[in-house]
């Protein structure tokens, strides 16, 4: 239904919100990437395909950037805190297993980032469909699990405290003022 009806943007009043809309934001890009990199392959890196590489870089740099600094700066230490104590362990396992994550599409991300600036530049073909796929199944696997256990974490544990305080962070990370 998220596709028929999209909900509207979140405000930094609700961060878990805003973490969720991020992720169809990134899967949306995913896809791009995808589309990208079929296009290349029949057409070359014309304007069509230089213009929307330059979007996604400015996306993933950005955007995709703050969120996982969200996670891992805001999220991660504030589940930490408020999980009841007899899910501490299975808390520290989800959050290694996200943060080992994080590491890998980073790095998926620097290689990408690479074939992505080089399609922008119109300069070769390397942004092929096999790497778009590869780089676009690691970020639904990581965000497969975000949603069907972090998010759902985080709405059960976390307080209004911690989510004004989280929200706060994010707004300020973003350059954005917030009532906290």
């Given at each position: 239904m998220?596709?028929?009806?999209?909900?509207?943007?979140?405000?930094?009043?609700?961060?878990?919100?805003?973490?969720?809309?991020?992720?169809?934001?990134?899967?949306?890009?995913?896809?791009?990437?995808?589309?990208?990199?079929?296009?290349?392959?029949?057409?070359?890196?014309?304007?069509?395909?230089?213009?929307?590489?330059?979007?996604?870089?400015?996306?993933?740099?950005?955007?995709?950037?703050?969120?996982?600094?969200?996670?891992e700066?805001?999220?991660?230490?504030?589940?930490q805190?408020?999980?009841?104590?007899?899910?501490?362990?299975?808390?520290f396992?989800?959050?290694?297993?996200?943060?080992?994550?994080?590491?890998?599409?980073?790095?998926?991300?620097?290689?990408?980032?690479?074939?992505?600036?080089?399609?922008?530049?119109?300069?070769?073909r390397?942004?092929?469909?096999?790497?778009?796929?590869?780089?676009?199944?690691?970020?639904?696997h990581?965000?497969?699990?975000?949603?069907?256990?972090?998010?759902?974490?985080?709405?059960?544990?976390?307080?209004e405290?911690?989510?004004?305080?989280?929200?706060?962070?994010?707004?300020?990370?973003?350059?954005?003022?917030?009532?906290?």
């Open positions: 998220k596709a028929l009806f999209p909900s509207p943007a979140a405000g930094f009043d609700h961060p878990i919100e805003i973490l969720d809309g991020c992720h169809e934001r990134i899967l949306r890009n995913c896809e791009l990437v995808e589309r990208i990199a079929a296009h290349v392959a029949s057409k070359g890196p014309d304007e069509e395909a230089r213009t929307a590489a330059a979007g996604v870089i400015r996306y993933f740099d950005t955007a995709g950037a703050n969120h996982h600094r969200d996670e700066q805001d999220l991660f230490p504030a589940l805190h408020s999980a009841p104590s007899a899910e501490l362990n299975a808390v396992a989800l959050i290694f297993r996200l943060r080992t994550d994080h590491k890998n599409l980073d790095a998926l991300w620097s290689d990408m980032r690479r074939r992505l600036a080089a399609v922008a530049e119109g300069r070769d390397e942004l092929t469909p096999a790497a778009a796929r590869h780089f676009a199944a690691a970020y639904k990581h965000i497969a699990l975000e949603e069907a256990e972090l998010l759902p974490l985080a709405r059960r544990v976390l307080d405290r911690l989510l004004k305080v989280l929200g706060g962070s994010m707004a300020r990370r973003r350059g954005v003022a917030h009532a906290a």
